[in-house]
């Protein structure tokens, strides 16, 4: 790409690249109305990274390929913040909201007072300094006086811009948080990986800034809310709201649910609406933020020792339940980790019921003294995971006993073990009957091989009956042997057999996955498969030459090498291979979809309602092998819908955006006719 470049060819073409790359970031996260393909720009991203790799004087620090630092920090300096991150004053009830907006008006009697509403994002505040335009500080608030420089890290953060849309020195504040779903994901991983969990999506966003690692925060997919100027430098707004919508035109990521409110029965409103609609944002809110809108009267209105007049942070009251423990419950991962979890009285918390709450390993257990017969308080850790409180010890009966953690595996009576550095109890036994059954369920889902009919209880009998010992004899099964399970008639034993014998079709990366290597997620099999293209292909390649891979760490690599080195793993792939399992990637390479000229290709897809003619993941295999996305959720984005039987809210959206909608038999109709 750059062999026949000169130096001055390569400078103008990188400033062409950083323009068009900072754009459709700026159009993706501030604008959220993507311009490009993830696909295109990728391959911008590439062109720019390869340029900047034969002419490493290009590289300057606003460049996107700039965000990952590649230095561990020694520690975190000392910033004293010029202008101090103040708190805000609380309001917990409608009447201390009255009593604010009186004091106010008190202060102001012949004012027309404006309130913004903004959503208090759960996260941990941090305050950027942009000189000429470019990113040169990022700060925690610390005590509000003095924080700490995390600016390597907050440069990993994709929504922060390393450069604004125009040159102005400004000083902005806001949250760094970490949206739900990757709260979710992150909490899986490390409770798979026997590690501490976090106990909400704040904690983990701290953690992630404060890694002294770059790369490691990178890998916390945090993002940001800015909502605060505190050196206008070249912005020259009024109030509020005009300085948040100038901050948008700067790049600057805002948050769009904030409301400009007449009067405080307004705010009361916007209160009541949030308080209901929160469990369904994507990202965690403990409240709402009230200030006058127009920066005169802020001024006027003034400080008082700890906090401004002009502005108060309705808290929103926690909900919790509370309920009895009856069991704890031990359950084996397939990669050995046990995890207890609390079986409760029912009880409704957050609009759903709520009877089982994860303990997540034994240290909690006894630092909370969890014991059975316990009345606790519970809660759902960032609107989404049940877990227990605390305990109320003032109900607990004289006669309880501290709960005893188990030494033995519940499935195999192997002793249990406390790996080095893991908070987990786990099981190393690796013929226990419950990782092996674990393992056989996790390959025949559906992300993985996708076998229908082959659910946890059917697994666990194939094993009792010494039907299957590993996934290669899933392929030797027979109708008669079927027929001997509980409950499986003959058409469910031909079935499953049927549902067997397709899975042997599958491209590598479902296989690859559905192995249960562990670090190894859907997305890295997928990478893997299309980079190496067969089992034997990855089995040779070098830790090296899989870290090239984009996307794909030191962890996974490690991971992979040290499970293809195992002998019993050569002895498995050459057992599929005999029973005609396909080790090889069928799919298209990325190069090769970028080319289509598919319908699909470059589309956003959603797929709703009840599939007849083929299963949802089937349907996203075939569209995303012609170029498509396929994503969960219809908005302005989607350019898409098909809609199967007793399709719902999707659908509705869909038709009141005035997006394009299909029936399943167009979506096959065109499917078949590009395949």
Known sequence: ??????????????????????????????????????????????????IETEYPDLITNDSPTQRVGGTILPGFTKVVHEIPMLSLGNA??????????????????????????????????????????????????????VGEDITQ??????????????????????????????????????????????????????GGLRQLDPKLAAKRNLSTFLYTVADFGEITANGQEEALHQLDELGIRTNHERKLCKSIDEVWEYIQTYHEKRVDLPYEIDGIVIKVNNFAAQEELGFTVKAPRWAIAYKFPAEEATTVIREIEWTIGRTGVVTPTAIMDPVRLAGTTVQRASLHNVDLIKEKDIRLLDTVIIHKAGDIIPEVTRVLTDKREATSEPYPIPTHCPACESELVHLEEEVALRCINPKCPAQITEGLSHFVSRNAMNIDGLGNRVIVQMYEKELVEDVADLYKLTFDELLTLEKIKDKAANNILTAIDASRANSMERLLFGLGIRHVGAKAAKLLAERFESMAGLKAATKEEIIEVEGIGEIIADSVVAYFQLPEVTELMEELAQREVNLTYLGKKRTEIAESDSFFNQKTIVLTGKL????????????????????????????????????????????????????EDQLLEHLEGEE
Not at 11 to 35: I, W
Not at 172 to 194: D, H, I, Q, T, W
């Open 153 to 206: 890290n907050i440069r990993t953060v994709k929504s922060v811009p390393l450069r604004l849309q125009k040159p102005y020195s400004i000083e902005v504040r806001g949250e760094c948080y970490m949206p739900k779903s990757s709260f979710l994901a992150l909490n899986k991983e490390r409770e798979e990986n026997g590690e501490d969990v976090f106990a909400n999506p704040r904690n983990a966003a701290a």
């Open 612 to 663: 007849t003619h083929f299963t949802r993941e089937e349907a996203k295999a075939r569209i995303e092998n012609l170029g498509g996305k396929v994503t969960g959720s219809v908005s302005k984005k989607t350019d898409l819908v098909v809609a199967g039987e007793e399709a719902g809210s999707k659908l509705a959206k869909a038709e009141k955006l005035e997006i394009t909608v299909w029936s």
């Open 92 to 145: 917990f009830n409608q009447e201390d909201l009255m009593n604010f907006d009186e004091r106010i008006k008190k202060i102001l009697p012949n004012e027309e007072i404006e309130y913004i509403c903004e959503l208090k994002i759960d996260g941990l505040a941090v305050s950027l300094k942009y000189v000429d335009g470019l990113l040169v500080q990022a700060a925690t608030r610390g005590d509000g006086t």
């Open 1 to 50: 790409m750059t062999e026949h470049m000169s130096f001055e060819e390569a400078k103008t073409k990188v400033v062409e690249l950083r323009a068009e790359l900072d754009k459709y970031s700026y159009h993706y996260y501030v604008k959220d109305n993507p311009k490009i393909s993830d696909h295109d720009y990728d391959v911008l991203y590439h062109e720019l990274v390869a």
